[in-house]
């Protein structure tokens, strides 16, 4: 019997089962990469969660934002209900990196909020993986991050057992090294209390509280308690105290990289004796941190001698997450075509931005290597990888074949071909366990858009459906929403300007049939469940940028994946009285049509007649809302506003666009109150 346990009313449908299969085949071959190729509503969680149960090996996934690590974390919870499953993603609540804004010569101080649920999860994540081998860890793109070195942090455990001697001041001194804290008014996690011959600690990485009980300096027993009811969950033999957080150094190692980083600062200091400006500046913050580390082996933001602290050189990679993992483990990359690709663009914005605080002297150049993997690093650490995407890149394609010059001018409608090749290794789920079909995708005159439009209008409304209608700017969407108003059609718009909560209920109002009509401009993000839209509308399909490009296109086409009606209309200018076709336009109707071929006779071969499946209608929760500038000074707001900025430029450069939304809706927000008179 392996370590996962996998639990489930379902069996593997049809093709599930078959890609099942293929891929841990593949991997039994010792093919390092492969890429499960999957449609809309196929179910590829399951898939996956089969897979590793089949590989039997620890896993680390890996998604592109926050928002879908928690939500496939939650689903292989429920899926491995028995064995460790971690969500770890960045623990900033709030977070203003240190930055260096030159040209208005402005200094941005680093600040951050930890949000403490997260930073828990993150210490039960490394805890497992270093004590236990049935673990799945789903992450963020975070994972690539310097994380503190594993070594460093297992010399830093250490072991408590029953009917041993320990000294209780001796344990405190040991508690307080690692960076716990003793209980004052309110008990805490990382910290910990002494109450005569009872010692409690709560560990980072629990919601209980370990109970030690001493007769004389004898540990007599250790359990696991509630902290405000106390009642007891586990008894225990022995226990390992893990620190309390993951940068915790020990003073011998501390006083050791003192002098390094004194060295290191005289010969900046000597860079810019020059500039007196900049010479005070390094000698200053250099000097108050080495104090701070001297004193209590810690100061804020210790990251930054990173370097030091793991007895690194600057060619060496960073210890991340990954680290952590045993020798061999699985990697699987989620919605792949878009998490590669901030894989790899992560170090050189993280480089950028720190290369400025350094020729500013605002940091030493030893700071540059607290960064992320750069992107050959984290594949030179993986064991076996599976790519996971709807619309594999050129990437994905490159590395799951032998011989991939065959692939890059690859033609998708030759699926037999696929299939039966043996040096293809990317794995196609066409088959829905519900059955249905992908939908007909119709190419019109955009000439004739809006009488076209509104007759699709009134036949989604007699069959009591949905539509929806996607543009490329916000004016095109504002004006074609006013049009159909003024025509009696109950429409409402989307687009970045649109506040987060009201876009989400403007799409619960959808489902709940109080509007008809959407008219949006950016991608609604994936996985969102639409059963009711039967229509969607593609307005200047045939445009050559990334809204229109062949990966968008797919995306648009699959957001009726729930309805077994749905059609697709693509309107597009005519040349010569016949609409133009773009080569994105033209892969996907070819795409789209070779899936719904195979798909159609599958279901007719087995006398499968697909039907809509209505899911329920989930209550919208946000905790997101807008901030209360009313008691800021100008020059504070100025200061938020450059620091927004930043994170939406990176939000949009990572093409997390549902992020750069909302930090757009907080931008327009904050001009609203510079706008505001003085009283």
Known sequence: MGIFNLKSKYKPAWDQWKAIERITSYFDAWNKFNTLWWVTGSWKTFTMANIIKNLDKPTLIIAHNKTLAAQLAQEFKEFFPDNAVHYFVSYYDYYQPEAYVKKTDTYIEKEATINEEIDRLRHAATQDLLTRKDVIIVASVSCIYWLWDVSTYKEQSFELEVWRDYIIEDLMKKLVSLQYRRATMDFKPWEFQVMWDLVEIWPPSSETVYSLEFWWDELSDINRRNYLTWEVYENYQKIDIFPAKHTVATKDRIEWIIPKIKKELEEMLKVFEWDALKTERLKTKVEYDIEMMSEVWYVNWIENYSMYIDWREKWDPPSTLIHYFWDDFLTIVDESHMTMSQIWAMYAWDRSRKENLVENAFRLPSALENRPLKFDEFMNLQKKMLFVSATPSEFEIKHSSDRPQEFFDFDLTKWKFWEDSETCRIVPQVIRPTW?????????????????????????????????????????????????????????????????????????????????????????????????????????????????????????????????????????????????????????????????????????????????????????????????????????????????????????????????????????HLKKWKKKPKK
């Open 436 to 668: 249905l079909l992908d939908p007909k995708i119709i190419v019109r005159d955009m000439e004739f858009m809006i009488d076209d439009i509104m007759n699709n209008i009134s036949e989604i409304e007699e069959k009591n459906e949905r539509m929806l209608i996607t543009t490329l700017t916000k004016r095109s969407s504002e004006e074609l929403t006013d049009y159909l108003k003024e025509n009696w059609v109950n429409v409402s718009y989307l687009h970045s300007e649109i506040d987060t909560i009201e876009r989400l209920e403007i799409l619960k109002n959808l489902r709940e049939w109080k509007i008809d009509v959407i008219v949006w401009v950016n991608l609604l993000r994936e996985g969102l469940d639409l059963p009711e839209v039967s229509k969607i509308a593609i307005v200047d399909a045939e445009k050559q940028w990334f809204l229109r490009s062949e990966t968008s296109l797919i995306q648009i086409v699959w957001r009726a994946a729930r309805n077994s009606k749905w059609e697709v209309i693509m309107y597009s200018k005519s040349v010569d009285w016949v609409p133009k076709i773009s080569p994105a336009m033209q892969n996907t109707i070819d795409l789209t049509e070779c899936r719904r071929a195979i798909q159609k006779d599958f279901n007719d071969k087995n006398w499968i007649t697909p039907k809509t499946i209505f899911s329920s209608i989930k209550s919208i929760w946000l905790k997101w809302k807008k901030k209360d500038y009313a008691n800021i000074d100008e020059k504070t707001l100025e200061k938020e506003l450059t620091r927004l900025q930043i994170e939406m430029d990176v939000a949009a450069w990572n093409m997390d666009y549902e992020k750069a939304a909302e930090i757009r809706d907080e931008i327009l």
